[in-house]
DNA sequence: CAAATTTAATAGTATTACTATCAATTTTGC
DNA sequence: GCAAAATTGATAGTAATACTATTAAATTTG
């Protein structure tokens, strides 16, 4: 995949942003170095502060792209979606069986990134740790309800509307499309966690992927 | 239930505070207080300096019950499963078929609560809200690992367990009891969350409840 | 090469998440 | 009923956070 996503960019709703960290060599460095940095310190501790003295740069000029360390996460989640989304969809255009398209699409949803190739400053298996450990923070928030007015969900919701749709090909009178489409991303971030530290309350685990899980649990909810 | 439960006395691990908030008309008005406190203006707002306003009391008497507002968020999300797990325990243990048992736990761990009935200082609807709204940011940080050898996730894991048990009972060779467990109890979370803020991702409602989703979705995948 | 833009440096603010100390109040044990 | 013990309240203080504002230096661009 590596030759054509490197020549793609990746969009992503442009009022979560002062300042594209696309266009310029600084707003690059911000967005790779707090990959590493949220994934090393986590997301609470982390502060652009720190995130400046890591990148040579100041406070100040991060927060001319970014209004808060908020904003940034929405940023990179919306950018990590936006990527998995643009997997998804070409993963699975040439598959003719709408069911094998389904468990490819499910397949790309719940797996573990092992690899770090697609994006020069993006380290994408970092990114898919800050996922399963702070995405949910994004939205549990009490502004979530204005943020989402804004638009800055959309890219999140329309890839569980691809999966959704993909379940309606299959079975249309299906009643819970959306909802065990939103289960499965959802429950798959929530699964490689446990898999992490709460090991005794999953059946996941290095063998066992949660992909297996969900497309056995997705394939008989629909087909019956 | 109310009878019956007044007069019980829910456990919660005895790290997780400095002094039983149980043990004092002050503790009490703390639990009661941040509960209150917590549902209006989320989490991240809170402080113990705003709950000490409140509740008419001093701050650095707070830090005399719970030495941070982690803690105290960790007390209220074990009270919250503790009872739960009472309920599930309750309602269940005169059922004699097991499938008719299994949905009935499902039942009672994916409901929304809808009545404030069973402790007088404890506001068990909005603390439902809580859970909804803040259950994840308890666990979702870098102490995690830690605080799980502390003890201070022993009620929710036991909840999971419970209800992995009771899929055993059905079907022993079901591969994935513990992950579908700890899916249905995370998932409900997220769908209550969904049909309040992200409808267009969801198919529960007013009128469709992540219960029936569930149990047919949890009967589905362990009968075939 | 001058003007415009971007970045860096410094300073400042209100709030947070505590800790420490001591005084006032309440509880308790006899 | 009272002294001792425990609890609570009030005040002060600290380092860090999450920013904003201003101005200077460096870089880009037309």
Redesign the interface.
Known sequence: MKSLLSTIKISVPEKIFLKDPESSDLGKRIIGHSILLIDE??F??FTFKKLGTKIGSNESSIYRYFESKHKLLLYLTSWYWAWIEYQLVFSTSNLPNPTEKLLKAIEVVTRTIKEDNDFLHINEIKLNQIII??Y??S????E??SE?KEGY?VVY?RL??RL?DMILTINADY?????????II??AL??H??KE??T?????SET?T?TK?FQ??TI??IK?
């Open positions: 310190i986590g609470d501790s450990n702070e949910s923070k939205y549990l928030t009490k979530v309800d989402n969900f919701k569980i509307t959704r009643k819970y499309a959306s909802s065990i489409s939103s289960t959802e429950g929530h699964q966690f446990l530290h709460f005794s309350i999953t059946d996941c066992v949660p899980f056995e649990l008989n909810a019956s």
